[in-house]
Each structure stands twice: as structure tokens, then as C-alpha cells.
């Protein structure tokens, strides 16, 4: 079963930066989509960024410009990269993998047939 661990938060000075690590575990597939998500204190939760096994990313339009995404898909891996920290970046950052739908090809899969995992999260507090 595919699994999600984040790492990388914590306590984070303003302007300093922050590069988050999700390594995903229990399949030998290439995983479709990683991203990220957050949520900040007292609001739903938001997509921040995610990006596909071939490499096309995409971010929240509030958000682009602010964050960066990256992979490295052979370790079913993903990153998240920002720079000047500001204390709106404060929030539970949420590592999410995104799978095929199987259900029609006879077959089972390493993700339960679920169609997303999500990994604990993991905090960022941006505060001198």
C-alpha cells in the first residue's frame, strides 16, 4: 500500500526558506501526480502545487511565483521550495499522490484502488 511521509517543517525564521521532502513508499509504479497542500489556521484546506510523472507542474493561482515544485520520479519523491519566507506560510503542509483508475482492467494495485493517498503533513511555523 503506497504511503506518504513529509519532511522538512518546522520552525522557519521570515525570510528564511523552506524545502519540504515527501517520499512515497509501497509501489513499484511511477505515481501519476504528487503535490503538496496546506492549511493554515482556522481555513480549509488548499492546494498549493503538484506535478506530474513527466514533469508538468502546476500551482494555485494565488500562489505562483511563491512556491516551486519539483521530483524525482524514480524515488516517487516530490519537493516543495520557497524562498523569503513570509508568516502567511504558516500552516500544516500536506503531501497528496494522485492514481490511475484501475477498476476497469481486472487488476489490483498497489494504492487499494483508492483514487488519492495523503501523507500526516507536516508543520511550518514561519516566526522569528
Known amino acids: 500500500q503506497v504511503q506518504l511521509v513529509e519532511s522538512g517543517g518546522g520552525l522557519v525564521q521570515p525570510g528564511g526558506s523552506l524545502r519540504l521532502t515527501c517520499t512515497a513508499t509501497g509501489t513499484m509504479f511511477n505515481i501519476n501526480v504528487l503535490g503538496w497542500y496546506r492549511q493554515a489556521p482556522g481555513k480549509e484546506r488548499e492546494f498549493v502545487a503538484d506535478?506530474?510523472?513527466?514533469?508538468?507542474?502546476n500551482y494555485a493561482d494565488s500562489l505562483k511565483g511563491r512556491f516551486d515544485i519539483s521530483r524525482d520520479s524514480a524515488k516517487n519523491t516530490v519537493y516543495l521550495q520557497r524562498n523569503d519566507l513570509k508568516p502567511d506560510g504558516t500552516a500544516g503542509y500536506y503531501c497528496n499522490a494522485k492514481h490511475p483508475d484501475l477498476s476497469g482492467w481486472g487488476v489490483t494495485s498497489d494504492w487499494g484502488g483508492k483514487p488519492e493517498s495523503w501523507g500526516r503533513g507536516t508543520q511550518v511555523t514561519v516566526s522569528s
Open positions: 506535478i506530474s510523472s513527466g514533469g508538468r507542474t
